[in-house]
C-alpha cells in the first residue's frame, strides 16, 4: 500500500514538473528596450516615466551610455 502510494506521489511530480518545464521553455522571449536617445537621457524625461521600473531601467541604461567602453585587459 505504502510503495503504491509512493507511485502515484511520484507519478504526480513528474508530471508537475514536466508540465512547469513545458511552459518555462515554450514561453515567449523577454522584450528587451530599445537603445536610448540623448533626448530620452535628460532629466526630465527620465522624470516624466511614471512607472517605476521602466524609471530604473532607463535611467541605467543612459548610465552606462555614458560610461567610457574599457578595453577588456587579460590577467596573466
Same mark, same amino acid.
Given at each position: 500500500?505504502?510503495?503504491?502510494? +509512493?507511485?502515484?506521489?511520484?507519478? *504526480?511530480?513528474?508530471?508537475?514538473?514536466? *508540465?512547469?518545464?513545458?511552459?518555462?521553455?515554450?514561453?515567449?522571449?523577454?522584450?528587451?528596450?530599445?537603445? %536610448? %536617445?540623448?533626448? @530620452? &537621457? %535628460?532629466?526630465?524625461?527620465?522624470?516624466?516615466? =511614471?512607472? %517605476?521600473? @521602466? =524609471?530604473?531601467?532607463?535611467?541605467?541604461? &543612459? *548610465?552606462?551610455?555614458?560610461?567610457?567602453? @574599457?578595453?577588456?585587459?587579460?590577467? +596573466?
Amino acid at each position: 500500500m505504502k510503495s503504491r502510494l +509512493n507511485h502515484v506521489i511520484a507519478i *504526480a511530480a513528474a508530471i508537475a514538473l514536466g *508540465a512547469f518545464a513545458y511552459r518555462s521553455f515554450t514561453g515567449k522571449p523577454v522584450r528587451t528596450a530599445p537603445p %536610448t %536617445t540623448a533626448a @530620452e &537621457c %535628460t532629466p526630465d524625461a527620465i522624470r516624466q516615466v =511614471r512607472d %517605476t521600473l @521602466e =524609471r530604473s531601467i532607463l535611467s541605467a541604461q &543612459c *548610465a552606462k551610455r555614458q560610461q567610457p567602453i @574599457e578595453p577588456a585587459t587579460s590577467k +596573466n
